[in-house]
């Protein structure tokens, strides 16, 4: 996951995030670019589900598929069943988006973030907001949890609501009237419990996952799915994952440099994973931001590898993702 130095929400090149987990002691072998990220001021932040270690990102919003790795490492690639909602006395009250911009979900169910998102949320119209402190497990939050805190503040409507360190912010939707607020009748102390499951074939155990759209094969056919915009049609570079009984696989083709490579269209990368095995697969982030790195041995000095960056990125430089596929070598 892409993080700058506060802890935030980053478009951090693959490299870079291939070398911290080199230095907390992890064998890299290979590393590919992951989900689609929200437009600017919103770099960064993964457009679908994110999940790294069992730790949610991000998480809500309009479905999209992802694939996901359950604990026990068997993968899954689909639309994922997202359920948050929060506890306050007697209400349940659901909640459309984890770290996603206020706007981003036509709901007018509540908005949560932590401090990952950004120090503070924005929105053109003003939105009440209540903050929940004593929280009593850390975050990001676990794939599949129940969090207990209570609340610090209730805030007024404003346009720009700071997100404290170590708590949940939650916010209402900025259309929400002053008769229809929730939070109206509450008092700073009540307790708040958030539940969150995020499942994949309903099962919760979800170690990892990284979010694409469309999905392009299922069974081993080509079977494009998902809603899709006419730019996506079109052809471009492209990165697809997937998998089958025996292996991951993860491939990039190079686009927009008409003396390497045009690209493809979906439906030529779908034909493209099923030519290569696959019994599913799933496109994610293209265009520039296509790329995989390798772990390659170096000749000049023998035993030693360096991660090198082995397919023609369209924009030059390394764009940077939110997050990334990292393959690691275990011992």
């Given at each position: 996951?892409?993080?700058?130095?506060?802890?935030?929400?980053?478009?951090?090149?693959?490299?870079?995030?291939?070398?911290?987990?080199?230095?907390?002691?992890?064998?890299?072998?290979?590393?590919?670019?992951?989900?689609?990220?929200?437009?600017?001021?919103?770099?960064?932040?993964?457009?679908?589900?994110?999940?790294?270690?069992?730790?949610?990102?991000s998480a809500g919003g309009v479905p999209r598929p992802a694939m996901g790795i359950f604990v026990s490492g068997r993968p899954s690639i689909g639309v994922p069943d997202v359920?948050?909602?929060?506890?306050?006395?007697?209400?349940?009250?659901?909640?459309?988006?984890?770290?996603?911009?206020?706007?981003?979900?036509?709901?007018?169910?509540?908005?949560?973030?932590?401090?990952?998102?950004?120090?503070?949320?924005?929105?053109?119209?003003?939105?009440?907001?209540?903050?929940?402190?004593?929280?009593?497990?850390?975050?990001?939050?676990?794939?599949?949890?129940?969090?207990?805190?209570?609340?610090?503040?209730?805030?007024?409507?404003?346009?720009?609501?700071?997100?404290?360190?170590?708590?949940?912010?939650?916010?209402?939707?900025?259309?929400?009237?002053?008769?229809?607020?929730?939070?109206?009748?509450?008092?700073?102390?009540?307790?708040?419990?958030?539940?969150?499951?995020?499942?994949?074939?309903?099962?919760?155990?979800?170690?990892?996952?990284?979010?694409?759209?469309?999905?392009?094969?299922?069974?081993?056919?080509?079977?494009?799915?998902?809603?899709?915009?006419?730019?996506?049609?079109?052809?471009?570079?492209?990165?697809?994952?997937?998998y089958n009984e025996q292996n991951y696989m993860f491939v990039v083709v190079d686009g927009r440099q008409p003396k390497l490579s045009v690209g493809m269209t979906l439906e030529e990368l779908a034909d493209l994973m099923v030519s290569l095995g696959c019994t599913?697969?799933?496109?994610?982030?293209?265009?520039?931001?296509?790329?995989?790195?390798?772990?390659?041995?170096?000749?000049?000095?023998?035993?030693?590898?360096?991660?090198?960056?082995?397919?023609?990125?369209?924009?030059?430089?390394?764009?940077?993702?939110?997050?990334?596929?990292?393959?690691?070598?275990?011992?």
């Open positions: 996951m892409g993080f700058d130095a506060s802890g935030q929400f980053a478009r951090v090149p693959l490299t870079e995030l291939a070398g911290r987990e080199t230095l907390k002691g992890a064998d890299v072998l290979a590393i590919v670019n992951g989900d689609f990220d929200m437009e600017q001021p919103y770099f960064g932040v993964p457009v679908g589900l994110a999940i790294t270690g069992g730790k949610i990102q359920h948050m909602e929060a506890h306050v006395g007697k209400e349940r009250w659901p909640i459309a988006t984890f770290n996603k911009p206020l706007g981003y979900a036509k709901s007018r169910d509540l908005r949560m973030y932590s401090r990952a998102f950004r120090t503070t949320v924005k929105a053109a119209q003003p939105f009440a907001a209540i903050v929940v402190t004593k929280l009593d497990r850390p975050l990001p939050p676990d794939s599949e949890t129940k969090i207990t805190g209570f609340i610090s503040e209730i805030r007024e409507p404003a346009t720009q609501q700071i997100i404290p360190e170590n708590a949940i912010l939650l916010a209402e939707p900025s259309d929400t009237k002053d008769s229809q607020s929730r939070f109206k009748k509450l008092a700073v102390g009540t307790r708040v419990i958030v539940r969150m499951v995020m499942r994949m074939e309903k099962q919760p155990d979800i170690s990892d996952a990284i979010a694409g759209v469309p999905i392009l094969v299922t069974a081993g056919h080509t079977a494009i799915q998902g809603e899709l915009t006419d730019y996506i049609k079109q052809r471009h570079p492209r990165t697809a994952v997937c599913e697969a799933m496109n994610t982030d293209g265009g520039g931001s296509t790329e995989m790195a390798v772990s390659v041995p170096q000749k000049n000095s023998p035993g030693t590898s360096k991660l090198e960056i082995v397919n023609s990125p369209s924009d030059g430089p390394e764009r940077g993702r939110p997050n990334a596929w990292i393959i690691v070598r275990r011992h």
